[in-house]
């Protein structure tokens, strides 16, 4: 069992998401505010995202319908929104994960700009973003509609959200009396608050909020909400960790969870909870080293007398926690832990494990597309994904940070802990 674990462990390594973005015709921009963007023709748009798609997409056989739909489209294109729309509805004809469009007025796309490109600019010295990095103005939430209701499904320790009382589950009515934007509603806002209208359960009146606006830097922002995540609570007399990896494609990732696991709030606990309900997944070989691997802990110290864990392993208990936002590597991660026999609790991972790579479209949107299979010890995970040993439905909407996942992922770690 070690064995194979140590196996899917080494297969993480490919999973490299960092990879640069393709940038074909960036635009100026300075920051703040973003300049506007050569607006090119919609034949020169449609052409150009076809091409990178013909060129890169890792099925050459499951290419027929998206050209189909994109024949079909032409035909009635008249607009660079048209071409816009266009590409939208051939995307998913490739029924792959790691595939789609974003644009500016989503955080995903910040967050991928910010995995996929070289810092602030490409090969050629041209801004990609404003003032050559990736940033935007928010609050350090996430959003799903359910059912027609906008409800926060995630908030990112230690961002402004969390600080000022959002809880996850809460529905957003409104921000400063006008519905909410992931993006508008913060743009040039920074640095000021808003007040954001909630509702706790789905008959109450809805409670105001102030929330203040921050520039937010996606992956120091993530990398921020992995440490501030860490902690150590008392259960029944036992001392029990926690940690949420909430990406590992922000850069320095092994180092950022070799100085966690090492440090002071979490090396005294009697057991660990690995909270793998990510964002984005980038390329855990490392992670699972760290949790699976056999080196000894060495530690360095400089001439005057400072000391810093290089290498850490945990060895305590562990078990660790997957829903559908478990994705790609993440997904390999998990199945590394449950080979290994640390038992997984939450709901199914989303089967989202592709190799994916950013290409910057003429319009200045984000193209994220699927450039090769992934295979762990001969399997396709891809549609498949990772079923938790203990699955734990969890219905966020109105939960008031109530987390069952969580809960359960404690009560199985205590039990380890005691037997």
Do not use: C
Request: zero cysteines.
């Amino acid at each position: 069992m070690q064995k194979h674990a140590a196996r899917l462990a080494a297969v993480l390594a490919f999973l490299v998401l960092a990879a640069p973005v393709q940038a074909e015709a960036p635009a100026d921009v300075s920051k703040p505010a973003q300049q506007e963007a050569h607006q090119p023709e919609p034949g020169e748009f449609l052409d150009h995202a076809r091409q990178i798609v013909i060129d890169n997409f890792y099925n050459r056989h499951g290419l027929a319908a998206f050209e189909t739909i994109l024949t079909s489209e032409r035909q009635t294109m008249r607009s660079l929104a048209d071409a816009e729309s266009a590409i939208m509805r051939a995307l998913p004809a490739l029924k792959a994960s790691h595939t789609a469009r974003y644009t500016p007025d989503q955080i995903e796309y910040y967050e991928l700009m910010d995995v996929f490109r070289p810092a602030g600019t490409d090969q050629r010295g041209h801004a990609i973003v404003p003032g050559g990095s990736v940033d935007y103005a928010g609050i350090g939430v996430v959003t799903r509609n359910i059912d027609g209701r906008l409800f926060i499904t995630q908030i990112y320790h230690g961002s402004t959200a969390q600080h000022a009382g959002l809880q996850t589950g809460d529905e957003i009515i409104a921000v400063d009396g006008k519905p909410y934007r992931p993006i508008a509603s913060f743009k040039d806002r920074a640095g000021e608050s808003v007040t954001v209208s909630i509702r706790r359960t789905a008959d109450a009146a809805p409670i105001d909020i102030a929330v203040p606006v921050a520039w937010i830097q996606p992956n120091t922002a993530l990398r921020h909400a992995i440490r501030s995540s860490a902690r150590t609570f008392e259960k029944d007399g036992l001392r029990i960790g926690y940690l949420r990896v909430w990406t590992y494609a922000a850069g320095r990732m092994h180092s950022l969870l070799t100085e966690m696991i090492a440090s002071e709030t979490l090396r005294n606990a009697d057991g660990l909870v690995l909270d793998l309900r990510s964002r984005w997944g980038g390329s855990a070989s490392e992670a699972a080293d760290l949790f699976l691997g056999r080196s000894r802990e060495m530690t360095v110290i400089d001439r005057d007398g400072q000391e810093k864990v290089v290498v850490a392993r945990w060895r305590k208990p562990l078990v660790a926690i997957i829903d559908q936002n478990t994705r790609s590597s993440m997904e390999i991660f998990a199945r590394a832990l449950q080979h290994a026999a640390v038992p997984l609790i939450g709901s199914h991972s989303a089967g989202a494990v592709l190799a994916g790579r950013g290409f910057l479209l003429k319009d200045n949107s984000l193209l994220v597309l699927a450039v090769n299979d992934v295979r762990i010890d001969g399997q396709r995970l891809e549609n498949v994904g990772v079923s938790p040993d203990i699955a734990v439905p969890y219905d966020i909407r109105y939960s008031a940070g109530a987390d069952p996942q969580f809960e359960r992922a404690v009560a199985e770690l205590s039990r380890k802990l005691m037997h």
